[in-house]
């Protein structure tokens, strides 16, 4: 791999992701984390922000899964690491959007974890699960913009382990499971050896990705790129405070539009939670649009996926995923205008909404489609090295697992 390779992308490639208050919450007892695991990772649930409730991942069904849990940084220094995550949420969902095993689009799950940050919440090992495994991709973007940086102990191994032993990972044999560890101290950090956490990793199916803020020898000598190795997943290292220059195609405004309307379809149930979310999903296009353009037309596109479902609050996501029986849900916990209205008449009232939501989605991706065409062409005439060799890397990494576990990226 070619060094000192920029990485606007935190798998972070990690998603625009506005309250700090979303990071209060009780601390989690810590137990001590042994440097082996025997069995499979018991499941565990985070994380205390209030108060808000990610969508669960769905049990497992033909659907084939692809879970990414991101582990960021948060110590002192890592200001510019979480402002590239902030801003590039969207651009993991969008690289997934097209993923297909047998024709069938896969569900994508992300859980987010923090180190080296001493805030409330935190363990005595100034580790957090801020999410675990969600689809409710709105609520890792308001994480995100919550956190701040604050701590100082970097325990790479440590953070591993835990999100190993914690999470909700798939037991399906071809699920794709994936971490991305980005940090910039020595990797050998800590209480737990990273080699003894990585081999726990690796017999749970799980492939380890580092990404070193700083330089790429640096990242070889304190150990970032053994990590990789040992994980037989990828080294990469990035240069945190990077501001990428961002190229405006004719297309932007009229996504950011659309993406927009897209608020619209989505028709709220469950009372105050769902109107909550409702006004989660706003609050997170609007933090979007205030990064920069660019970051609202890739919220946008991703919205115009089959990754961004909220059937924990949206009726039309949740009848048509068989999660919610239509007829049994109380009046009063409709919107206004389906509140009357008879079995056939909520069935046809939210059949046009659902066709209101598909006839957006077809024209964002049509004009997606016409934005990477015309970007394509513009880097053409505008090379940059340093940041298409970002775009390669990234590209190898999800082209390289996808292949591994039969999965075709379009």
């Not at 399906?172 to 050896?193: K, W």
């Not at 609007?286 to 919205?303: D, E, I, L, Y």
Request: some cysteine; aromatic content about 6%.
């Amino acid at each position: 791999m070619k060094p000192a390779l920029k990485l606007p992308v935190i798998l972070g490639a990690a998603v625009a992701l506005a309250g700090s208050a979303l990071l209060l919450g009780k601390p989690s007892p810590t137990a001590p984390i042994p440097s082996r695991l025997e069995g499979p990772p018991p499941v565990t649930q985070a994380p205390a922000s209030p108060p808000t409730k990610p969508v669960a991942p769905q049990a497992e069904g033909s659907a084939p899964v692809i879970q990414i849990a991101i582990l960021l940084d948060t110590s002192g220094s890592m200001d510019g690491l979480l402002d590239q995550a902030r801003t590039q949420l969207w651009n993991i969902v969008n690289r997934f959007s097209k993923a297909k095993r047998d024709g069938v689009a896969p569900r994508l799950e992300l859980a987010l974890y923090a180190f080296g940050y001493s805030g409330e919440g935190a363990g005595q090992n100034e580790i957090r699960q801020l999410m675990p495994f969600t689809t409710d991709l709105d609520s890792i973007s308001e994480r995100l913009f919550a956190l701040r940086t604050s701590g100082g102990s970097e325990h790479a191994g440590e953070v591993i382990l835990e999100a190993t032993r914690k999470l909700a990972w798939s037991k399906n044999p071809d699920a794709m499971r994936l971490v991305f560890i980005a940090g910039n101290e020595s990797f050998e950090q800590g209480p737990v050896d990273f080699r003894d956490a990585i081999h726990t990793a690796r017999r749970h199916g799980i492939t380890v990705n580092t990404i070193h803020c700083g330089d790429y020898e640096t990242g070889i000598s304190d150990h970032w790129k053994e990590g990789a190795t040992l994980a037989d997943g990828s080294y990469m290292n990035i240069d945190q405070n990077l501001k990428v220059v961002e190229l405006a195609a004719p297309q932007d405004e009229e996504i950011a539009r659309l993406g927009a309307e897209l608020n619209k379809t989505y028709v709220v149930y469950g009372g105050a939670r769902g109107e909550e979310s409702q006004m989660r999903q706003a609050a997170q296009d609007k933090a979007s649009r205030g990064v920069s353009m660019s970051n609202m037309v890739a919220r946008s596109m991703a919205k115009s996926s089959g990754n961004y479902s909220n059937e924990s609050w949206d009726l039309v996501d949740a009848v048509k995923k068989n999660k919610v029986d239509l007829g049994a849900v109380p009046a009063a916990e409709l919107p206004e205008p389906m509140r009357g209205l008879d079995a056939e008449g909520r069935k046809a009232w939210l059949a046009a909404r659902e066709q209101e939501r598909a006839d957006l989605q077809k024209r964002i991706q049509e004009l997606s489609k016409a934005r990477q065409e015309f970007l394509v062409a513009e880097r053409k005439k505008q090379p940059s090295p340093e940041q298409e060799s970002l775009d390669g890397v990234i590209g190898q990494v999800v082209t390289r697992e996808a292949a591994k576990r039969k999965f075709t990226m379009e």
